[in-house]
């Protein structure tokens, strides 16, 4: 009897041992955060600890109005105090500790830290902060009732263009089914369809679908989504409805090649333009050489003596008599043919011009 009171005492001990470890194990399931302050002023500042976060992960911290932790950031991230919040890295353990200063947020209290991861898989949570001297005004009525459920995974329609190509507004088409698993029909439910680019906090467009969900139903759903012209790179499309985002799509978008192409071309058109347009510039207001009018480097008095029998000829006159010849040997005194012009007039008579004529009477 006593060998087994004592393995029993046993037993009980290594089990009150075990029971803070257990409870340790189970808070640690989902991530964490814990403030070293309830309460804070504006202009003050605040220790943020969490714990339970994947390990390395970028987290963002911000004090968020019109928010609770059991009904999360109503309208998002235009709720929080986006200028004073600070980005902090888990460690290994997946735990952090940062400061955090005291803003006001642009909606009024009740007020929490929010803290959500900025890349990778989609984690958050809420600590309950009393910003003192900041307004404070209850929460809206929380819908009841009809309840909107993602029934399938979201699916981004569409291909890109050739106008996509040279840098017009990559667009998509989300595509998913939803279901109502509250008790009565939703009429006209507004979603919020938000695209990020990296680190960047999504860009948040309402977008209605007209029509009525009714209880136990579902419906398919298709939302128009656009980037900016020239967009490329990695983006996440999410969807939120009544401040709970649903579902996240990865997409990635290709660089416009066609906008480069199109700037190689510009490089390589303009300067060879303006080098024809600048020579043509020289090529008319060089100065003429004397003989002749320039045609693309051969003057007209070249051409006529390139081609035979063309010259000087004008119209309807008649080809001249050849003239003497002027040969290389001959000077124009010494030209046979020449003598008799060159030469000066004399008489022809028999009388030898040497001898003398007498005058008078005999």
């Keep these: 009897m006593n060998g087994k009171v004592r393995t029993a005492a046993l037993l009980a001990v290594f089990a009150l041992l075990l029971l803070p470890l257990t409870a340790g194990t189970a808070a640690a399931d989902g991530p964490s955060v814990r403030l070293s302050t309830a309460q804070a ?10 714990s339970g976060w994947r390990p390395h992960a ?16 109503l309208g998002g991230t235009n709720s929080c105090a986006n200028g004073d919040g600070r980005a902090v890295t888990t460690d290994a353990k997946g735990s952090f500790t940062r400061k955090l200063p005291v803003a006001e947020p642009p909606v009024p209290c009740p007020c929490v830290v929010h803290v959500a991861t900025v890349e990778g898989a989609k984690a958050q949570a809420d600590a309950v902060l009393k910003v003192a ?21 979201p699916r981004l329609d569409g291909a890109d263009g050739l106008l996509t190509w040279f840098g017009a507004p990559p667009s998509r088409t989300l595509v998913f089914t939803v279901g109502n698993v509250g008790t009565s029909p939703i009429r006209n ?30 419906a398919r759903i298709r939302l128009p989504v656009e980037l900016a012209a020239g967009a490329h790179g990695d983006y996440t499309v999410s969807l939120k409805y009544d401040g709970k985002v649903l579902a996240e799509q990865p997409w ?22 303006l080098f024809r347009a600048g020579m043509a510039i020289v090529d008319r207001v060089r100065p003429r050489r004397a003989g002749g009018l320039r045609h693309r480097g051969l003057r ?39 003598a008799g012009r060159l030469s000066a007039p004399h008489d022809d008579s028999p009388t030898s011009p040497t001898t003398p004529t007498r005058k008078g009477t005999t």
């Design 58 to 73: 970028l987290l963002m911290m911000l004090v968020c109005g019109r928010s609770t932790p059991s009904r999360g950031v």
């Design 189 to 218: 439910p507004v979603f919020q369809v938000g695209t990020s680019h990296g680190v960047f906090a999504p860009q948040w467009e309402d977008q209605e679908w007209r029509g009525t969900l009714g209880s136990g139903k579902k």
């Design 252 to 273: 990635g978008v290709g660089r416009p090649w066609g906008v480069t192409l199109f700037w190689v071309l510009v490089c390589l058109v303009v300067p060879a333009a």
């Design 300 to 338: 007209l008095p070249e051409l006529a003596l390139r081609l035979p029998g063309l010259g000087n000829r004008k119209p309807g006159a008649h080809a001249a008599p050849p003239t003497a010849s002027t040969l290389p040997w001959f000077t124009p005194d010494s030209d046979p043919n020449t």
């Design 133 to 153: 001297g900041h307004a404070v005004e209850p929460l809206p009525a929380q819908p009841s009732g009809g309840r909107l459920s993602i029934l399938t995974d």
């Design 41 to 50: 002023g504006t202009g003050g500042s605040l220790t943020v600890s969490g």
